[in-house]
């Protein structure tokens, strides 16, 4: 527990600056260049030699492509099943929606020249989902129903097959493609599936675009096939939280939303701001009851995500919260406040890939069920970029036209400003439209 008065500058960095160092270090970059050149010089050899070397699982080229008969026959649970549907309904409604605020305009900027947008999908996408510490159906359709909303005709997705098998996928992924239509599965390791997306292989198709979250070597693959020309989007990297909370939290309930993303793994970030140092020692009073329920390996993640990654700040108000919060730019946000505080609070809050009010909202209700986006950008990036939606897979074109009577206005500046930067066919272009 820190107070925020007493921190120093050394203490507040190290508070701030989280997640980066492992996914930009040296060594591990210059062996995901070196898999990558792999992929791009030798296709599906060199995929299936990543899968055997760091999944360890043998399959031959024509094995990497999940076949229509696994789709199809893939199953989970009545249960699991029904809570696939929630979820892709929910998130469904979130993205259409969304949508529906994108759309094609356009305006007289003076007369006789009119400009505005044109909105469509890009052409093809990637999704890349993650395997090894969990199962992830979630990660699956938080990526593919927005490519399936925004309607981007090809969408491929890659996921390491199950740690321990034959090669087998987790069937509950292979469910939610197949409810979405999405039948270019590959099972491949992570930052090979990246690169074979990026390049294409005689398996695996091109694309445009890749996105999915994953470990710092699946992060570092797709930064680094920006450079071969593929879109990639802002970090996805080990998952944190921040909650602000007052007196009038439940310490129960805020341990428990405290320990959510804490669990994912020993490299997650979890932070308490808080006004309330009572709260705050009640809860980790309460943190001890809980960790003590989880599995061993869930509960050192959260210990590693609540002590040396995260751990608590105490300030003296809510304003002093909501900066110490925007300036963390977190993942995901909980406010847990008073009620008639929590709005104030909210209106504070500009940097966080997603806020969720009160603690009837917890964390896993918005990572599984809500619909709003829970593939978020971690380390610091909400500060610039937003969570995957529909909208990530929309582009805007320009479009513009002009009329004789707007040209001949806009001729004297054009030309002014061709002939100040040197480019005399820019002016000569104009010159002989408009003749004096």
């Known amino acids: 527990m820190q107070s925020w008065n007493e921190m120093d500058d050394a203490a507040r ?5 989280r997640g980066l160092a492992d996914i930009f270090d040296p060594a591990l970059r210059a062996s995901i260049a070196e898999l990558i050149d792999d992929v791009r010089e030798r296709g599906d050899d060199a995929v299936c030699d990543a899968l055997a070397r760091f999944d360890g699982v043998e399959v031959t080229p024509d094995g990497l492509r999940v076949t229509d008969d696994e789709i199809d026959g893939a199953a989970v649970s009545p249960e699991v099943d029904a809570a696939i549907d929630d979820a892709i309904a929910h998130l469904r409604a979130f993205n259409e929606r969304q949508l529906e605020r994108f759309d094609d305009w356009s305006f007289e900027s003076e007369p ?3 400009v ?19 199962s992830y159906p979630s990660v699956a359709y938080q990526l593919a129903v927005p490519a399936v909303v925004a309607g981007v005709p090809e969408i491929a ?5 199950v740690p321990g098998g034959a090669g087998e996928v987790d069937p509950a992924v292979l469910v939610v493609c197949r409810k979405l239509g999405i039948r270019t599965i590959a099972r491949v390791n992570g930052p ?7 390049f294409g292989t005689d398996t695996i198709p091109r694309v445009r ?3 999915g979250p994953g470990s710092p070597a699946v992060t570092i693959a797709q930064v680094e096939m920006q450079r071969h020309g593929v879109a990639t989007m802002m970090l996805l990297g080990p998952t944190e939280s921040l909650v602000i909370a007052d007196a009038s939290a439940d310490p129960v309930r805020l341990a428990a939303d405290l320990l959510i993303e804490a669990e994912h793994g020993t490299d997650s970030s979890v932070v308490l701001v808080s006004t309330s140092a009572e709260l705050a020692a009640s809860t980790d009073t309460e943190l001890e009851r809980q960790l003590a329920d989880l599995p061993d390996v869930r509960a050192e993640a959260a210990r590693a995500a609540l002590g040396p990654n995260g751990g608590c700040v105490l300030v003296d108000d809510l304003v002093v919260a909501a900066e110490v919060a925007n300036r963390y730019a977190p993942e995901h946000l909980q406010v847990a406040v008073a009620d008639e505080l929590a709005d104030e609070v909210v209106d504070r809050l500009d940097h966080a890939g997603e806020v969720l009010i009160g603690q009837h909202t917890p964390f896993s209700a918005a990572n599984f069920v809500i619909g709003c986006p829970a593939s978020l950008p971690t380390s610091g990036f ?9 909208a990530t897979f929309l582009k805007r074109t320009a479009v513009a036209r002009a009329d004789e009577r ?12 061709a002939d100040h930067e040197g480019f005399p066919a820019h002016a000569a272009a104009l010159r002989l439209r408009t003749p004096h």
């Open 192 to 198: 090979a599936g990246v690169a074979a997306l990026g």
């Open 406 to 417: 707007a040209l001949r206005r806009m001729a004297p500046s054009v030309i002014a400003l």
């Open 116 to 134: 505005g947008e044109r909105i469509s999908p890009i052409t093809s996408v990637g999704l890349f989902t993650p395997s090894g510490k969990a």
């Open 13 to 17: 960095r190290d508070l701030f600056d």
């Open 157 to 161: 997705l890659v996921v390491p097959p």
């Open 209 to 211: 675009k890749i996105v």
């Open 382 to 390: 909400a500060h610039v970029s937003s969570g995957i939606t529909a």
């Open 112 to 114: 006789g020249l009119t």
